[in-house]
């Protein structure tokens, strides 16, 4: 009997060792699994990981793109709005000088009605009407031009009677405009001149200048004062001096009215309602 209790024990106990040997295999094959599970697991966290840093700074970049965008589009915005003002500004830049140039053009039209009006004014005071006599305007000043046949002889400073009534019209224009300042001035051709005292063109240019500034005065009552003599001897010719008809031509005397514009608006305005009355 106490054989077979012992017996027995020893069976029990063989089958328990049996029994934890394989809960301790059915563990390590779990804990196996749960280890490769974690390998597993810890292997796709650190791949997430990565992929989220490399999400993260793409993310970062787009980011950083967009702001830049962002502040392209404002500097393009403001560029834009410059460029729309600059545009504004050269339109407003262009009105003016369109008005400017009209306004140009418009004075430009009443300084030759102007200049018709005073040429016509004067072309009447001197009430002579002769080809070799040309009254114009040219840089603010009058000039009266008259040829030397007209008043002197040939390689003469002396003035013929013919001239002196031609100069009385002038002096009668001077005479009515105390505030005038006349310059004679004379011209020769080219011809070499030599008589006496007179050693060249210069001195005979002066000396024709000084003649009619002595018969404005001493016959025809002009003030001095409103009077300047020069000589400008052959070196201002109108032609070439190559034709008797040229020379001609450069052998001239001018006249030439030297006013304060405003002096003239008197006559100018007369000279212009009657024209607008005709």
Not at 168 to 194: I, L, Q, W
Request: some cysteine.
């Amino acid at each position: 009997m106490r054989r077979t209790v012992v017996l027995l024990s020893i069976v029990a106990l063989t089958l328990g060792s049996c029994g934890t040997k394989k809960k301790i295999a059915a563990l390590e094959a779990q804990n196996k699994e749960c280890q490769d599970l974690l390998n597993s697991a810890t292997t796709k966290l650190n791949l997430c990981l990565s992929e989220k840093e490399l999400l993260t700074n793409q993310v970062n970049d787009l980011k950083k793109n967009n702001s830049d965008l962002i502040n392209n589009l404002g500097n393009l915005t403001t560029l834009t709005t410059k460029g729309a003002e600059n545009l504004e500004k050269s339109l407003e830049s262009l009105k003016e000088k369109d008005l400017k140039i009209s306004r140009l053009q418009d004075a430009l039209t009443k300084k030759d009605s102007v200049t018709l009006a005073l040429v016509t004014s004067l072309k009447g005071a001197v009430g002579v009407s002769d080809p070799d006599i040309e009254i114009n305007v040219d840089k603010g000043v009058v000039m009266i031009s008259i040829a030397d046949k007209l008043l002197f002889k040939s390689g003469s400073y002396e003035i013929s009677d013919r001239a002196k009534e031609i100069l009385g019209k002038v002096a009668k224009v001077v005479n009515d405009k105390p505030d005038f300042e006349c310059m004679v001035e004379s011209h020769t051709d080219n011809v070499p001149y030599r008589n006496g005292v007179l050693l060249d063109n210069w001195d005979l240019s002066v000396k024709r200048a000084t003649a009619v500034v002595r018969v404005l005065t001493n016959t025809h009552k002009v003030n001095p004062r409103q009077l300047i003599a020069a000589g400008r001897s052959e070196y201002l010719p109108i032609v070439e001096n190559n034709t008797v008809e040229n020379r001609a031509a450069n052998r001239r005397t001018r006249i030439i009215v030297m006013p304060k514009i405003d002096q003239f608006y008197d006559m100018i305005e007369k000279e212009m309602k009657n024209q607008s009355g005709k």
